[in-house]
């Protein structure tokens, strides 16, 4: 599972809250991906990562920021979440040109 | 931006049977279309891919098929069993600069192989 952790694993949290999700992998993979997932949607891509501080937004990056500090970390940020933010949460990262490697995931929950 | 389309979004079939997913793309530039199978509560895992300069590929059982002219691609599970079924994601990905693999994922496919 190319050595990918996320934390927490569950989160139940209120509506207007911050939240920060953790991607931590051992690969030392150069790219790194955040993705949601939906039913009827599919993946969609939030934010990703093509080195330590450089990070661009995906299709869906309103109400989300993203930090790397370091290699291995790639963390997001729901900076006042909302209830259309619950959902699956998948990182993913690549050491090259062409596969992804997923996470095991994040379910979060806002009310 | 690119577009991938998927279907059927649900499918059953018996065991032993074939199972095809279709799936088309939009953007020409796409150059690469992997395909993951996603166990319920799992994460989606890589089964096969397949690069635009291949136009069939295989492993075992299943397979996949590029048609680059048409932008269709497809996947193609041989003698099905029960531990086939999962959802299926086609995606279809494109080089951005900086090596970045910009993944567009299809919406699915609920595989359920009856014994």
């Known amino acids: 599972d190319a050595g990918i952790t996320q934390s927490p694993r569950h989160k139940v949290t209120e509506t207007g809250t911050p939240v920060t999700l953790r991607c931590h992998q051992t690969e030392n993979h150069r790219y790194m991906y955040w993705y949601r997932q939906d039913p009827g949607h599919g993946l969609r891509l939030i934010h990703y990562s093509y080195g330590v501080k450089d990070t661009d937004k995906g299709e869906v990056s309103d109400g989300y920021s993203v930090s790397r500090s370091k290699t291995e970390d790639f963390l997001l940020t729901l900076e006042s979440a909302t209830s259309s933010q619950t959902s699956v949460y998948f990182c993913?990262?690549?050491?090259?040109?062409?596969?992804?490697?997923f996470g095991p995931g994040t379910r979060l929950t806002v009310l | 931006g690119e577009n991938v389309e998927q279907h059927p979004s649900t499918l059953s079939v018996q065991e032993g049977d074939s199972a095809v997913i279709k799936c088309t793309y939009s953007?020409?530039?796409?150059?690469?279309f992997p395909w993951y199978k996603q166990e319920l509560g799992k994460r989606p895992q890589l089964i096969i891919d397949i690069r635009s300069n291949v136009g069939e590929k295989k492993d075992q059982r299943i397979a996949v098929t590029l048609n680059k002219t048409a932008k269709h691609f497809s996947l193609h599970i041989t003698e099905t069993q029960p531990e086939d079924s999962a959802v299926y994601f086609c995606a279809a990905s494109t080089l951005k600069s900086g090596g970045y693999q910009k993944v567009t994922f299809g919406t699915g496919t609920k595989l359920q192989v009856i014994p």
């Open positions: 993913a990262t690549g050491g090259g040109a062409f596969e992804q490697f």
């Open positions: 953007d020409s530039a796409s150059n690469y």
